[in-house]
């Protein structure tokens, strides 16, 4: 069963990586924002959806994924300036509301531009498949998991590297002393939103070419990608990552071996199974509990 | 007062009290037709309800440019139910009790429809629904109707290709969906009859993006053949990963991807898939002495013409659906609910979309295993299987 | 978002950290007198309000406002008034219906008898997983009961032998010594007795030495835990009786309705009964009533939106959330109560 088990890992793979951006997503807003945005997922779906607009009116892709990227950031700002601005310093439950509000608005809206049908993306390179030690895969699982590889080494290095995403860090650490010394934490909001649709639209167009894109399909990305980054440490840079591809696995790992039918059951038992003995997540959440 | 004078205040009398006995009567006759429907615009159903909702405005549309139905005009009365059964039935009620319409045509999906039936059947309203289960019809429910072919006439159609090419075992790669488990729970019921063994059966969720897992084991059992019951992305996605996995067994589809969308999605994977149809995929290859060719070549394309954009096989349901009712109003000359509903039963050798239905006290569809065709992609597009 | 400025706050524990909105306010002295004047106002404006249903229409969405108040009521002694979030709520609803359902379709059961055993079991069960679930806090817990309930709603969609899958099942009429209880006029008169009832008892609640406690939960759970209040148990006991109504309402909503879906355990279902607690104003009862008709209505007028709805629901959303912080009703009442002067008077 070699074959078999190299199949499932590499399907689980390409899978975690989008649900590893997705996490990223969260945890980046909700370092900065102190907010869990559960928009997040139409990030991803804005990014798939544009980028099939701009190769329906004829541009390459190669233009067409980076406009789409830029698009997504752009509904990004725009969602943090109009909905999340207005809404700050609100309590937690509140703050949860209006980003479900704004998933609401941006999958209406979604539905009226682009219609409710379902789209394919082209793949980037082809879509004959490679076969290695039995299992297969389709070339562009090897950009999911290229792109996702240096979009996270990017964003690390931009963290710790730039004054910038210093200051980010700073801001999430401690907000009030963040300020003190001079950052301007609206803008880092501003900047925190721009990037986590950034990470979510760059996993919207790898994957479209897979898994298809429709204007619906932000619901449940964006409940995996919080479930990711929950099983990792919510607020934890590598956590996203680790949970997010750990999801992955165990979703294709539990169809494969266990149930196809329930597979998403498993993962979510498995889930809160980590939680239970790891309350912070796998790696750890950055802040305690307050007194 | 002159002659003149009195003959012209006869006269003008006279036009005012025809003009006024004109005009009651034709206040009268100007009372509309309604049509209530209730179907998932929007939602995860949505391609099955958007269809719908055009095909019938366009209908009331050019059924008023015509002159109407028994000289009244038709008004559409409809919402968006969203693939929601809770929803579904408050629409119907407020269609029922609200708007008071004459005929119910809906229930995209057979979640819905099953829950406005109570209502129908308590209020007595001639309702035709447009989903797909055999348990809307079985057993047979006084006011209820439906145009769709049954999921079960899906798995046997497969069933008998299947046998004929030789096989006698399959698989099954069913999604979490109402129609896929309807559907599955049907062919695994009617395959030993079929002469068909099921030696896998494998599920995915709804929203799934990939199947390799239960593709691979399908891969390593001992099928033959696979059908895919399913609609949406699920069977889209399976068939591309079928051909990344370089399957050798022959694909099924169900019908309920029987569309130009389906192919588009798959791509290159598509080609060699078979799945049973309603003839209206395939208006333009039919044989013209085909009887419901020239039903399908115009409504494919009226339909296409004002909405720019491919038919399908569920607006064809409500294509169907709305011929029927209008017919049994135009047979029994009146819209009185009680009447109308004796007239669809009554409904005998109609050319539709889907087949030539013939319904009967106990058969509230009327289609039968030869309304469904056998079709095959060949180069990106269907081919008719003799 | 200013913590609890005006009026009488006899004893409360004032708000904890800046976010958390301020715990409600109570008139000193008056509370019964209070209690019992707005009892008598809901009972007076539920007999009222069905004269002016002009066809049965308005009854069964009425029965449908009064269902979801009756489970928001519950949701908001846990998320207002004990400040705990559940995002998995809809799954005791379903739970309590399917319950119920398959107790008396699948085998039997008399439906006087399959209600109420199901809404004790659920209530039990609440109590169980309660227990481990409770412990976290904040986010966590969201995850946690987010996770439970997608779980829930897996299972009733797959488990299509026992529950009928994802089109649902029919559920038998609910009948007491075979006299079968249908109609909507009769209907009406259950789901409003119902939610009086369940009126009463949290109105009761929140002002007894146990509402207190819940307050102090709130507020700040390691101020409450100083002063003796053992937190765990409190926090228990109101999850299970929000479960216990949002099962009863359940078990109800599907013995009218004569079906129930899985989609009644969904994701979008319990955030729907969360945004419902929240429209009206977490620690505020009246408003219970209020958001569930809001909620319940929306759709309903709508229609109008066609393609558009959704955006235009998400768009008000967004709008009531960033100028009516603390939900539509408190924030009236504030309004209303700065204009004229006085103290507060909603609970």
């Known amino acids: 069963m070699g074959g078999a088990w190299l199949q499932f890992v590499a399907s689980g793979l390409t899978a975690g990586a989008i649900y590893a951006l997705i996490a990223l997503g969260f945890s980046i807003i909700y370092n900065t924002c102190h907010a869990i945005n559960f928009a997040q997922g139409e990030f991803v779906m804005v990014g798939g959806m544009s980028a099939v607009s701009f190769v329906a009116m ?91 590889v240096v979009a996270v080494i990017a964003l690390g290095l931009f963290f710790n590297r730039t004054l910038f995403g210093k200051a980010m860090q700073a801001t999430a650490q401690n907000t009030l002393a963040a300020r003190l010394m001079g950052i301007d934490t609206r803008v880092i909001m501003r900047v925190s939103f721009a990037l986590a649709a950034l990470l979510g639209a760059l996993g919207g167009v790898l994957t479209a070419p897979i898994t298809l894109t429709s204007a619906e399909i932000g619901v449940m990305l964006g409940l995996k990608g919080f479930a990711a980054a929950m099983l990792g440490g919510l607020g934890s840079f590598a956590g996203a990552v680790a949970g997010g591809l750990l999801l992955g696995l165990i979703e294709a790992l539990g169809a494969g071996f266990l149930s196809s039918a329930y597979k998403d059951v498993i993962a979510f038992v498995m889930i809160l199974v980590v939680l239970f003995f790891l309350p912070t997540g796998l790696v750890g959440a950055r802040s305690g509990d307050r007194v | 007062m002159s002659f003149a004078q009195s003959v012209k205040r006869v006269v003008g009398t006279g036009s005012v009290a025809f003009s006024l006995a004109l005009g009651a009567a034709g206040v009268q006759a100007q009372e509309p037709i309604r049509i209530g429907a209730f179907l998932a615009v929007t939602g995860p159903a949505s391609f099955l309800g958007d269809p719908e909702q055009k095909t019938l405005e366009m209908l009331v549309d050019q059924m008023n440019a015509a002159g109407g139905v028994l000289g009244r005009k038709l008004q559409l009365v409809s919402y968006d139910s969203a693939g929601d059964a809770e929803k579904a039935r408050t629409f119907t009620k407020r269609l029922i009790e609200q708007d008071k319409v004459d005929v119910i045509i809906g229930g995209s999906s057979t979640g819905e429809t099953m829950a406005a039936v109570p209502l129908v059947e308590q209020a007595g309203v001639p309702f035709i629904s447009l989903a797909g289960a055999v348990v809307i019809i079985e057993p047979v429910k006084k006011w209820v109707f439906k145009t769709p ?238 | 978002m200013a913590t609890g400025s005006d009026s009488t706050h006899a004893g409360a524990v004032p708000a904890g950290a800046g976010r958390a909105p301020a715990a409600p306010r109570i008139a000193a002295g008056s509370a019964r007198a209070a209690r019992t004047r707005a009892l008598a106002l809901l009972a007076a404006a539920l007999v009222v309000i069905p004269f002016l249903f002009p066809n049965s ?159 102090a939960v709130h507020g700040s759970e390691v101020a409450g835990e100083t002063v003796g209040i053992v937190i765990a148990r409190w926090k228990l006991a109101v999850f299970v009786i929000s479960a216990l109504l949002a099962a009863l309402a359940g078990a109800l909503m599907a013995h009218y309705s004569g079906f129930i879906t899985p989609s009644k355990s969904s994701f979008l279902h319990s955030v729907e009964l969360v945004i419902m607690v929240v429209f009206r104003g977490m620690a505020s009862i009246w408003g219970a009533i209020v958001g569930a008709a809001v909620l319940t209505l929306l759709p309903q007028l709508l229609t109008v939106f066609k393609d558009y709805e959704t955006m235009v629901f998400g768009g008000v959303l967004i709008a009531t959330m960033i100028f009516f912080p603390r939900g539509i009703v408190p924030t009236l009442a504030r309004l209303w109560s700065r204009r004229s002067g006085s103290g507060s008077k909603s609970p």
């Not at chain 2, 539709?352 to 030869?370: A, F, I």
């Not at chain 3, 004790?120 to 309660?130: D, K, T, Y």
């Open chain 2, 149 to 386: 072919h049954t999921d079960r006439m899906a798995c046997e159609k497969v069933f008998v290709d299947m046998k004929a090419r030789g096989f006698t075992k399959a698989a099954l790669i069913s999604g979490s969906g109402g129609f896929d488990k309807s559907m599955r729970a049907e062919c695994l019921k009617v395959a030993p009859a079929n002469g068909i063994e099921i030696v896998a059966d494998e599920t995915y969720g709804a929203a799934d993006t990939d199947m390799t897992a239960q593709l691979t084991k399908i891969k390593g059992s001992a099928a033959q053949a696979v059908l895919n019951p399913g609609f949406g992305q699920g069977p889209a996605i399976v068939t591309r990963n079928y051909r990344q996995l370089a399957l050798p067994q022959p694909l099924y589809q169900s019908h309920g991807v029987a569309s130009k969308e389906y192919i588009k999605l798959s791509g290159d994977a598509a080609e060699g898939v078979r799945l049973p149809a309603a003839a209206l995929l395939v208006a333009d290859i039919l044989p013209a002495n085909d009887p419901q060719k020239a039903v399908v070549t115009k409504y494919t394309q009226d339909y296409t013409a004002r909405f720019k954009t491919d038919v399908s096989t569920f607006g064809g349901h409500a294509y169907d659906g709305f011929m029927i009712a209008v017919n049994a109003m135009k047979a029994v000359n009146s819209s009185d609910r009680a009447k109308v509903r004796d007239a669809i039963e009554a409904t005998k050798g109609y050319v539709g979309t889907g087949g030539v239905v013939n319904m009967s006290p106990t058969d509230h569809m009327g289609l039968d295993l030869s309304a469904f065709r056998m079709l095959e992609v060949r180069n990106g597009t269907w081919t008719l299987v003799k």
């Open chain 1, 58 to 148: 004829g541009l390459p892709l190669v233009v067409a994924v980076p406009l789409a990227v830029a698009a997504a950031m752009i509904v990004g700002l725009l969602v943090e300036r109009l909905a999340i601005e207005p809404a700050h310093g609100n309590d937690v439950v509140t703050l949860i509301i209006v980003t479900i509000g704004v998933s609401l608005f941006l999958r209406g809206l979604a539905q009226v531009v682009w219609g409710k049908g379902i789209h394919a993306l082209p793949a980037f390179s082809g879509t004959d498949a490679i076969t290695f030690f039995g299992a297969t895969v389709v070339p562009q699982s090897l950009w999911v998991v290229g792109g996702t």
């Open chain 3, 57 to 215: 229409y308005f009854y069964e969405v009425a029965v449908l406002v009064l269902m979801n108040a009756v489970v928001c009521l519950g949701l908001n002694l846990l998320i207002g008034y004990a400040g705990q979030i559940s995002l998995g709520h809809a799954a005791f609803f379903a739970l309590g219906g399917y319950g119920s359902a398959i107790l008396a379709a699948n085998h039997g059961w008399p439906t006087w008898l399959s209600l109420p055993v199901t809404v004790a079991a659920i209530g039990v069960l609440a109590a169980v997983v309660g227990k481990p679930t409770l412990r976290f806090k904040g986010h966590y817990l969201a995850m946690a009961t987010l996770g439970l309930g997608v779980i829930v709603n897996l299972v009733l969609t797959n488990e299509d032998r026992l529950t009928g899958g994802p089109d649902g099942m029919s559920v038998p009429p609910l009948a007491i010594m075979g006299y079968v209880l249908s109609g909507e006029k009769l209907w009406y008169g259950i789901a409003a007795v119902v939610l009086w009832a369940s009126v009463w008892l949290a109105t009761n609640l929140i002002d007894s030495p146990v509402g207190r406690a819940l307050r």
